[in-house]
């Protein structure tokens, strides 16, 4: 059953704390993408990666770090530094940089 | 100012009717997509337009791109209730490596 899959569905953060957000994928894509979206809005790049041990800044990438250790794998950390985090955060991949992207189901951050 | 811009913002129509879409960008692409997502949900591609065609057809979609003025339009023909979403189109311009950049979107509500 090939997808992209997104872990948790909602999740709580407290004041102060990192949270980490999981992406996976087995659609042997080269390319990841985080995007964030906010009540009635369009989606905001946050962070994509090419290829393995290798990604680059979106236009909304301070607060927030990734890794991209293995193909499969982009997982997210929205840090302390992020002041307003709470939002809808979709993962996308495709074949190579520019193709269609497909999505996960998306994780909902909310902060207690 | 984005890149890629929805009009209108909001659609309401009965089912049966076709509805329209239309999405302005300001520089120079290489493809363009269209992206539906329902509430709460991750996006699903619907199609993409390299920029050299000028139009595109599945099911009842139908897409055109005039790059010369760097518009396009997503025309859903015989509109259903299910077909109630946001849609979004998405550009993808050389930058560095590629980068998608998605428009605010254009919410459609299909009355029955």
């Known amino acids: 059953d090939g997808g992209i899959t997104q872990s948790p569905k909602y999740l709580f953060r407290k004041e102060g704390q990192n949270v980490t957000l999981s992406c996976e994928q087995n659609?042997?894509?080269?390319?990841m993408y985080w995007y964030r979206q906010d009540p009635g809005q369009g989606l905001r790049l946050i962070y994509y990666?090419?290829?393995?041990?290798?990604?680059q800044k979106g236009d909304i990438a301070e607060g927030y770090s990734v890794s991209r250790e293995k193909k499969e794998s982009f997982p997210l950390t929205v840090t302390s530094a992020q002041k307003n985090p709470t939002a809808f955060y979709l993962c996308?991949?495709?074949?190579?940089?520019?193709?269609?992207?497909?999505f996960g189901p998306g994780t909902r951050l909310l902060v207690l | 100012s984005q890149q890629g811009e929805e009009d209108p913002q909001a659609l309401s129509i009965q089912e049966g009717e076709n509805a329209t879409m239309n999405c302005s960008y300001k520089?120079?692409?290489?493809?363009l997509q269209w992206y539906r997502q329902n509430s709460g949900r991750g996006l699903v591609h619907l199609i993409l337009?390299?920029?050299?065609?000028r139009e595109k057809h599945s099911g009842r979609l139908r897409v055109t791109l005039d790059t010369s003025k760097k518009s396009s339009s997503l025309l859903i023909t015989a509109s259903r209730a299910a077909d109630t979403a946001s849609y979004f189109c998405?550009?993808?311009?050389?930058?560095?490596?590629?980068?998608?950049?998605f428009g605010a979107g254009t919410r459609l509500f299909v009355k029955a």
């Open positions: 520089t120079s692409i290489n493809n």
């Open positions: 990666s090419q290829i393995v041990n290798d990604f």
């Open positions: 996308a991949s495709s074949r190579t940089g520019g193709e269609t992207q497909y």
């Open positions: 337009i390299r920029s050299n065609e």
């Open positions: 998405a550009t993808d311009i050389l930058a560095g490596g590629f980068k998608t950049i």
């Open positions: 659609l042997n894509h080269d390319a």
